[in-house]
């Protein structure tokens, strides 16, 4: 009897105080949410410590039941759309969510990771199963964050064709805003690691993901140039912790030139 009324107790102190997620936050707008795709080196395929596997203080993540859990590696965990979860490693958002944390006070991270490795981007085209998992967790996410940007990472699957890749990457960036109703979302697209020997074409890849910004607005591009690979297309642990560090100084610069609007 004691136990029941104890249950019963604490079920109403928590319906008058209004229940509250597993994050916690300063109010919407306080909460800033960014969407995560693409392939394999979005999904992480770098090593990380024990330490680094420890949870990102102020960042959270939407887990597999669609609810925010504190983040920490993989990222990648709970993409419903993911290979095998040990496969799943270390990616850009770590150093991401890290370097906007610190550069703007007040607010606490939100990340909706979905990508899957070996994509396409016509596998991405509005419609598909990854481009509609995509808008569906991240509106889910919207319930209780602010949208700031959404970070891209693709092309290596791409780099034989890559004189369409220019206009395809402009279509997703369109429909994504179109569809989440956001016409100035920023957008930032992380150039792939340019191999010589097995893959020439990731030169040409990534020349039209630098133009991007050209194309459209409130659009950016991160470089690869002087990042290193475990292999023929996979940053290794230090590259993918810096391309995450230039991910959040673009995404940083785009806010900015949206606030000034």
């Known amino acids: ?13 928590c319906l008058q105080a209004g229940c509250q997620s597993t994050h916690s936050h300063k109010g919407k707008k306080k909460f800033h949410v960014y969407l995560l795709i693409g392939q394999s080196n979005m999904a992480g395929r770098a090593p990380f410590t024990e ?4 949870v ?10 669609d609810k925010w859990e504190p983040a920490r590696n993989p990222l990648n965990r709970y993409s419903t759309i993911r290979k ?18 610190t550069e703007q006070a007040g607010i606490t991270l939100g990340l909706v990771v979905n990508a899957r490795g070996g994509t396409r981007i016509e596998q991405w085209t509005r419609g ?11 509106k889910i996410a919207q319930a209780e964050g602010t949208l700031k940007g959404i ?11 890559y004189d369409r890749y220019l206009s395809q990457l402009k279509s997703l960036v369109e429909d994504l805003r179109n569809d989440l109703e956001m016409p100035d979302l920023p957008f ?24 991007l910004p050209d194309t459209l607005r409130l659009t950016g591009y991160v470089s690869s140039d002087g990042l290193t690979a475990m292999d023929g297309a996979h940053f290794d642990s230090k590259s993918i ?10 995404m940083l610069k785009l806010i900015n030139q949206l606030e000034q609007q």
């Open 188 to 211: 930032v697209a992380g150039q792939v690691f340019y191999n010589a020997d097995t893959k020439p074409n990731t030169r040409k890849i990534n020349e039209q993901i630098a133009k």
């Open 51 to 54: 330490e680094e596997s420890a």
């Open 56 to 65: 990102i203080p102020g960042c959270f993540l939407l887990n597999a039941e």
């Open 1 to 13: 009897m004691k136990i029941a009324k104890l249950i019963l107790i604490l079920a109403t102190i």
């Open 151 to 161: 970070l891209w990472h693709q092309g290596e699957s791409n780099s034989k064709y």
């Open 241 to 250: 912790k810096l391309l995450g560090e230039r991910y959040a100084r673009q």
């Open 84 to 101: 095998d979860l040990d496969l799943q490693k270390m990616g850009p958002g770590y150093t991401f969510a890290k370097t906007m944390l």
């Open 128 to 138: 598909t199963e990854f481009y509609n998992e995509a808008i569906r967790r991240v």
